[in-house]
């Protein structure tokens, strides 16, 4: 194909007085041209393509009015008090989501990272969970503490990092109760059109 459009071209410059070695390099050139032309355009579509989704990940959120991120879980939301969920709020959720997940873990403990939470099948269209909760539909999974259910900080010793992972995702998840976190993982992976992070602090006294 390229050469044909190569001689076809060559032709051209010919018949406008051109000599034909001259054509033809004239035409390669032109090729170059066009081929690094479209090199380029191709590089920055999928650039400036992979920037949007980049931004459309940082621009979902979760908070909670209970700590500020990186700040000190209360004492009423860990094995040391009510050891109760705390309320989070929930903003910017991309428009092309379906459900969202939750997965609340300590990556500090010193059996690896534990799971404290996990939530799917939440409803997108809320703006907050509120405290000792979880949205209507949604289903938990197992923790490491082998409760379908929120398991508060309870830290052996030093100051242990939370951190409550937000999920947007294009389906709802066909996930029984009971589930693992890597089974929540798997059923999740393809799936992310947008997340977000809340990190707690919690040490015992």
Known sequence: MYLLLEVFMAGHFFRMGYH?????????????????????FTCFAFTDGKDREENKMADMNISSPAFENNG????????????ISPPLKIATVPGAAKSMALIVDDPDAPAGIWVHWLVWNIDPGISEIMENSIPPGAVQGLN?????????????????RYFFKLYALDKMLDLKAGASKADLEKKMDGHIVGQAELIGLYSRK
């Open 20 to 40: 034909w070695n001259m054509a033809r390099t004239l035409v390669r050139e032109k090729i170059g041209f066009v081929v690094l032309a479209l090199s380029i």
């Open 72 to 83: 000190t879980i209360p004492q009423k939301h860990t094995c040391d008090g009510s050891d």
């Open 144 to 160: 490491d503490f082998r409760k379908k259910d929120y398991g508060g900080p309870c830290p052996p010793s030093g100051t242990h």
